[in-house]
């Protein structure tokens, strides 16, 4: 091999190495990848949808370039004096800026987001400026302060979107969902219905067991639209509480079996004793204290059996 061939082949790659170590790992931000016509507002903004604009400005972000996020998915990255235009459904929507560098755990960052309102067929822009500990904060401006700085910037065309430009936004369906509610109520007085302290089928008054057939014959006839009936017994506080608490149940049960007798379904009955719970007058001892029988006829309304019909209505 002749010396100058082998100087050549030296000389050529040298000359490569050279090359290839001057172009490892490029700066990121020195891009050149600008679209080369201004920010044009598009005739058309889809039904459903904002037209979003996104401004980077050399004067309010300074440093590397940044990243853009919308619900969590990569739109774009931003340089200095660039924008980037897309529409959007009209909805609540979060939007992140983080910038470009690989140490950033983007899992989190993507999480740093501020929930933007978007206004169905309206333009709005968003300006990228410095914010506190070096984060990035999403700046809203007013029309007028957009075309202000949009002039002198160039669309970001270098990187591929995750988002979906035009995409058809669904709108909210509104149905009616059926939920269990309250029908009606119908109180009976336990001083009316049962002999006094007294709870068994064979202690109610006739105008008692005329009453709960009344309510049985009611129901039968609405039974289409009723889920199910509680029954609830209630005393008055004299007494102990355990006591109280067996009366009422006792009373509840008896009261089922007469709505059973005259043709309510029973598996449909709920049955509850909740003895001196849920007083309706609380304070008869203090007002009638040395007065027996004004006591007893203060407590009157909280001796009483509850029969509640609930059923579905659509709200």
Known sequence: MSVKRLILMVGCSLFWVGCST??????????????????????????????????????????????????????????????????LCARPTRISAIYAQSAVNYTNARRLNSTQSLTEGSTQYFRLVNGSNQAIQVQELTETQAQSLLPNLKEAIGTVSRVKAIEECAQPVYVQV??????????????????????????????????????????????E??????????????GSENSNQQLSQRRAETVRAILVQNGVV??????????????VVSDCEQKYAKDKAAREQCNLPNRRVEIVTYGMKAE
Do not use: C, M
């Open 178 to 223: 059926p939920v269990k509610s309250e029908l009606k109520k119908y109180t009976l007085e336990a001083s009316t219905v049962f002999g006094y302290a007294k709870s068994g089928p064979n202690d109610l008054t006739p105008k008692g067991r005329e009453e709960i057939a009344s309510i049985a014959a009611e129901i039968t006839r609405d039974q």
């Open 22 to 87: 001057a172009n490892k790992n490029p700066p990121f931000e020195h891009w050149n990848q600008f679209g080369s016509k201004p920010y044009l507002q598009p005739k058309i903004i889809k039904e459903g949808h904002t037209q979003v604009v996104f401004i980077r400005d050399k004067e309010g972000l300074k440093g590397p370039a940044a990243n853009v996020f919308v619900e969590g998915y990569y739109l774009t990255s931003l340089l200095p004096d660039s924008f980037k235009a897309i529409q």
């Open 266 to 279: 029973k598996k449909n009955i709920l049955v509850e004793g909740r003895g001196e719970q849920e007083l």
């Open 225 to 238: 639209s009723i889920s199910h009936i509680a029954v609830i017994g209630y005393t008055d506080p004299v």
